[in-house]
């Protein structure tokens, strides 16, 4: 089985996460794999394929980088919930502490078993930090 | 278990606890929390006390931050939170405070059956409401609406779902605020929150939402079940759903913008997702009537549930809804933010009362119940977990001078989703739960082993102590027969 890009912090009612990456392009999309694999599972049978894909151009301006960060995972939350589709690839173009151009790359909700549903991505105890090898994020998810 | 929390509590009483102004810089009043010993201790081991602290930071705070016994960690508010502020004194409104399921709430309803006359039924039940009632992440309704009358639900609430068909006027005396919060203002709602509310309407959601067939097990005051027609053994139906996207919606929507505002308004709190604006500024307008849309559109919902539920039991029983006497005794919110009057000091003030995993609870008299509720006193739907029981209480004029006329919302969580996932076997809670004549449908069985009684703390505890505190008083208790989960 493959190695989740995440794991689990204690929280009494909601889900918090603690994600890492070498750098904050794969911080993102760490995070964001990371809310879509709790979301949703593929249906054994389903390979994404060029075919059935459904991508999404994202672009997201911020004051700062936290607010980049809640930004991107809840802008991803709501295309998912009103285009019915469940993200599993994302493309990160270009990011910076105030810019974000990324495509996400899915398919049609019905092709997955949904497990979980995310309300938000909020900024309770939200930290994003440099670490001597890369960059780690907590957060914590309304569910 | 998580570390305990180290900070400064005063006992008032056996039922109440101080959390002084002076534990932390910035607070402008103390923090209250409605608790006995027991309880306090598993609210001890998260952060939801300093929550409750971090909430009498909010600029206009009014006598202080309160918390009711089911009180939990949240995001911003802890659950089980209520604040009031003054408009006039700089009082700020929090998307926050209300959270991302705006008007999520619950709704009973009584039936004339009595448990020996169905007790073969419930399983059909069951299976027919799983499948007749959209439920579960992305579900969507049969109740189809267009882009112009989506506009509409905004603003009439359950009034729309009732001249559709889909219920009676008396369905809207029965509900907080008649179902329909005036000023809302649905240009104050993003395309994106339309959208991502479009046929949902009808649809129970998922995680803690649920649909339940109840037996009243416990009666506590004779008068006041005479008063809602309700005795030992009788069927209750209770209904727990909120806005479902569009509220998440507008929520994400206005924390966004009011995290601007922390720097234009100059409001100092200890965290972000405390964001807050003025209720009287440009921002504050704008969120409040975008959120009265988004509870506006969660009571339309609750309604088509109910309507959905009654044509299950038609469908079941061959008679029709009134026959079988299902008639709602009342729906509360319990994620909202209202402008209401209240005593403060004696003198009348309007405030802007937060309440987030908190259920108003009006006395007998006040102005904003029905005439049918007006002896009684508010009735307020406290729903607990799966396995144990659930509770009809009535609101006090205690309440209205103590916790402006809040009380409590449900059993609270004690157990985390993911520790509950760790230490449950489904198989076995779902035997378990069988034993006990409790038969659970749900679209996930995640869901089953997350929302598991252990994961939630002993709701006769938490009604206990609202009952001995006089905030709210018990009327009757309930224990479920059958559950539809998300």
Redo the contacts between chains.
Sequence with gaps: MKVKPYK?I??????GIRVKGKSLKELFNNAALAVFDI?AEKAASFKLQASSCRKVIIKQKA?NL??LFI?WL?EL??LS??K?VIFEDFKIDKLDEHNLEAIAVGSD?ENYK????I??A?????KIVKTPVGWLAEV?L?? | MSELWQGSLEKIDDYRWRIPKSYKGGMRVPGIIYADEKLLKDIRHDKALEQVANVAFLPGIVHASLAMPDIHWGYGFSIGGVAATDPENSGVISPGGVGFDINCGVRMLKTNFQYDEIKNKIKDLVYVLFSDIPSGLGSKGDIRVSAKEEKEILVKGAKWAVEKGYGTQEDLECTEEYGAIQGADPLAVSDRAYERGKAQSGTLGSGNHFLEIQVIDQLYDRDSCDAFGLNLGQITIMIHSGSRGLGYQVCDDYTKSMIHCLQKYNINVPDRQLACAPVNSQEGKAYLGAMKCAANYAWANRQCLMYLTRKVFEKVFGISWQKMGMFLIYDVAHNIAKIEKHLVNGQEKTLCVHRKGATRAFGAGHPALPQRYKKTGQPVIIPGDMGRNSYLLVGTKKAEEETFGSTCHGAGRVKSRTAAAKSINVDVLLKELESKGIIVKASGRNTIVEEAPQAYKDVNEVVDVVHNAGISKRVCRMRPLGVIKG
């Design positions: 689990f204690e929280h009494t009612a909601d889900l979301i004051d936290e607010e930004n809840n939350l709501s919930a009103t019915e909700m949904v497990n979980t549903e309300k938000a909020t900024y309770h105890e939200l914590i309304d569910v």
